[in-house]
């Protein structure tokens, strides 16, 4: 059943394929050892380099910001790096596997978003996708309710 839902990344890489915009800088935050894990970035966007420091997100022009998170250690967000970026991240959308918050039980030594045993609460493969409006002013970003093609649990 869960297998054939569409995967997270999946969702993600089609709602920014229909909403951002030609030319868009965004960082990918999440992957701790392969991008393999990474939501697929649309081409017309351009990917700013893995590493690049907080502080230098306003010179390099970016605009967005898609995280990936999930039990397994493929899809880890960097506690430090998020307290920095909170202030000025706006969420557009959300794509979750889970129905109430991470559950179910993952191979840590793979990167399978698919539980083998306690499948109750996933409804679909991949990591908890995040994407997020940046606005690197001194003012906090505006927190608005998420955009209507949020997709959260089974959605």
């Not at 978003?113 to 996708?129: E, H, K, N, T």
């Not at 209507?148 to 089974?154: L, N, Q, W």
Request: proline content about 11%.
């Amino acid at each position: 059943r869960i297998a054939s839902e569409t995967d997270t990344r999946v969702l993600a890489a089609a709602w920014m394929r229909a909403h951002l915009p030609a030319g868009a800088e965004v960082v990918v935050l999440g992957s701790t050892r392969f991008t393999y894990a990474d939501p697929e970035l649309p081409p017309n966007v351009h990917r700013v380099p893995t590493g690049l420091p907080v502080g230098d997100y306003a010179r390099a022009g970016v605009g967005y910001v898609v995280t990936h998170e999930h039990p397994i250690p493929f899809s880890r967000l960097d506690p430090a790096v998020m307290r920095a970026l909170g202030p000025h991240l706006r969420m557009l959308a959300e794509f979750s596997p889970f129905t109430d918050g991470p559950v179910g039980g993952f191979e840590a030594e793979d990167a399978f978003y698919i539980p083998f045993y306690d499948f109750a609460g996933v409804v679909r493969p991949g990591p908890l996708v995040r994407i997020y409006a940046y606005d690197a002013g001194d003012a906090p970003a505006r927190r608005d309710a998420p955009a209507s093609g949020v997709i959260r649990g089974g959605g």
